[in-house]
């Protein structure tokens, strides 16, 4: 894709998660070029005397610059931040303000931290969660920490996945420590791994659920035809003993006869 047509739309902040939308406002910024400004606030270099007309052009370009990277600011927040920052007069004075007001000072940065490592330290996967849900958890604090700047190793990560895990997964995870070294896998390519344990065990259960209600289906089925066969002996029998009770009615009768005669 050509550059000079490149024109994404700018993420836009109402004042919640100022740490996602500074990561992406600070792609964006990259993409057209202004982030130095934001970041450092760079001054163009004064034109010497008698400037060329290229040295003009250049002054010119590096000054709209400053505008450019204020008008992206201006452009990504809500009318209500913007009333906060209206009085700002260069994109690094704008930046620096939301990020204080937002983001918090070292302090409370340094709170926010710890809250979300005491989180991630006492997560455990419950009966109920899956390897999917439990990983998405644990992403999301580690992103959360990440955001605010501090470091987190995907060893780390890895490491805490594996001592949380449920013990029905004990027998894959020795089995991965054979062949993996956990110090260099990746969280993903762990999950991949026990998510691929997970279905065949589903997989397995589901089978013998089937096979349990096929026996059910059989046994009631069993069951029906011995009922039936009990109803139809007894029909049977009953049909039985009317006949030979209307045999002898009709032999006493003719025997009945006989005697008048």
């Known amino acids: 894709m050509n550059s000079a047509n490149f024109s994404p739309k700018t993420p836009l902040f109402i004042g919640q998660n100022f740490g996602v939308w500074a990561v992406k406002m600070e792609t964006y910024l990259k993409a057209v070029d202004l982030w130095e400004i934001v970041e450092s606030d760079r001054q163009p270099t004064p034109l010497v005397n008698n400037p060329t007309i290229t040295q003009m052009k250049f002054f010119n370009e590096e000054k709209a610059k400053r505008f450019k990277a204020l008008s992206c600011l201006h452009n990504s927040v809500s009318e209500d931040i913007f009333t906060r920052i209206m009085a700002c007069k260069s994109a690094k ?46 992403s999301k604090l580690v992103n959360h ?75 009631k089925s069993r069951a029906k035809n011995i009922f039936r066969n009990n109803q139809e002996g007894k029909r049977e029998k009953g049909r039985g003993w009317k006949s030979t009770t209307w045999q002898q009615n009709n032999n006493n009768n003719f025997i009945r006869g006989k005697e008048k005669k």
């Not at 996945?161 to 004990?170: D, I, N, P």
Request: proline share 1%; glycine share 4%.
């Open 93 to 138: 004075e704008t930046w620096d303000k939301l990020k204080a007001e937002f983001h918090g000072d070292e302090k409370s940065r340094r709170m926010q931290i710890l809250n979300l490592r005491r989180q991630f330290e006492g997560l455990k996967m419950k009966e109920t969660e899956t390897i999917k849900d439990f990983s998405s958890q644990i």
């Open 145 to 219: 920490v990440r955001l605010l700047g501090e470091d987190f190793p995907d060893s780390r990560i890895v490491e805490k996945v594996l001592v949380s895990l449920l013990e029905k997964f004990e027998h894959k995870i020795c089995s991965l420590e054979d062949f993996k070294d956990f110090s260099e896998m990746s969280l993903q390519e762990l999950v991949n791994a026990l998510q691929a344990m997970e279905q065949r065990q589903a997989y397995r259960q589901e089978g013998s659920s089937e096979g349990a209600l096929v026996a059910v289906y059989k046994e």
